[in-house]
């Protein structure tokens, strides 16, 4: 188990090396000089001219040759310094810091939303098939899934900011302010996660040792909540760690609709404002946390199942 637990940690290295090698060519790779868009940034068109811009490409170092400039990237990071940001010239960890529990908070409270509505809904879909309560959360998840994200945190806005007033569109002063982000996020994974929660309990409830529960005169709550409940569990848990991820991952279009300070945010304004340092530094945060989470996930298998053997 160890030395699995070690090939991981290796893999994950390798896959936060490439991940930054990736991204910092790509980066330089694109059209337009990085230095007159941050001179554009910081000091307008008006004020910039060729001298600025030759200045400003020299003190952060944007002049020299891409290998030297990745170069001197790698060593930065193996020492845990990841620079200032190009545009606002803070330090790139600090900025994450003040963030990521914006994008954090909203991730984790939909997935548990998620999960508290969508795996009782999902169970018994699949104990009563083809029947009244199936058919109509069947439609409801398809409904769920086809809508796209903006649109429905658009439509949301409308209703309960703009026409009834009832909660606010955009910031985070107060509690308030998680509601619209959390039902947009929450709405999107219930209904993969009802999906996937259903087809996976109608294998269990074909399974044997469940027919035998039925025979023995077990109350169907107790079937579904004991025996199959705790056989869905892990196949739930990946996908709701998944779906944490996406939603830490693809926070960037809602937490631009809803100008949530969190990192999908950042990560916009840095795209646009070509800020390759903190660019790089998020993405290889991002990988971090897919690699972290995949781990863990692999590790609580071990506490929920302990019959799962690994392959050393």
């Known amino acids: 188990m160890w030395q699995y637990f070690l090939k991981r940690i290796l893999n994950t290295i390798i896959v936060l090396f490439g991940a930054v090698t990736l991204t910092f060519f790509f980066m330089h790779f694109t059209e337009g000089d990085p230095a007159t868009i941050i001179a ?34 790698l060593k930065l990071i ?26 954090f908070a909203l991730a984790l409270i939909s997935v548990f939303i998620t999960a508290i509505v969508a795996t009782p809904l999902g169970i018994y879909s699949a ?15 398809s409904f769920q899934v086809s809508i796209p994200n903006f649109y429905l945190a658009i439509i949301f806005i409308f209703i309960f900011s703009v026409k009834l007033k009832l909660l606010p569109s955009f910031g985070c002063d107060n509690p308030t302010h998680f509601i619209l982000p959390v039902m947009v996020l929450a709405v999107l994974q219930t209904g993969f996660t009802i999906r996937i929660v259903r087809s996976t309990a109608i294998e269990i409830l074909e399974s044997e040792y469940v ?21 869905i569990f892990i196949p739930v848990l990946t996908f709701l760690s998944l779906q944490f991820l996406m939603a830490i991952e693809g926070s960037i279009i809602i937490e631009t609709i809803f100008a949530w300070p969190g990192i999908g945010k950042l990560f916009q304004e840095a795209v646009f404002g070509r800020d390759f340092t903190m660019i790089q530094a998020l993405v290889l945060f991002f990988a971090a946390i897919v690699c ?6 692999d590790m609580l298998y071990i506490f929920i199942n302990r019959s799962i053997s690994f392959i050393e």
């Open 40 to 73: 554009l940034d910081k000091y307008g068109g008006q004020l910039i001219s060729p001298e600025v811009i030759d200045r400003l490409a020299s003190e952060e170092g944007l002049n020299r040759s891409i290998f030297v400039q990745y170069t001197g990237w």
């Open 78 to 103: 193996c020492t845990g310094d990841f620079g200032h940001s190009l545009r606002s010239g803070i330090p790139v960890l600090d900025e994450i810091r003040l963030c990521f529990p914006y994008t």
């Open 127 to 141: 104990a009563y098939q083809n029947r009244f309560l199936d058919r109509i959360t069947r439609f409801i998840a």
């Open 211 to 231: 027919q035998f529960a039925f025979a023995r005169g077990l109350s169907m709550n107790r079937i579904l909540f004991v025996h199959v409940l705790k056989n």
């Open 292 to 297: 972290a989470i995949n781990l863990l996930v």
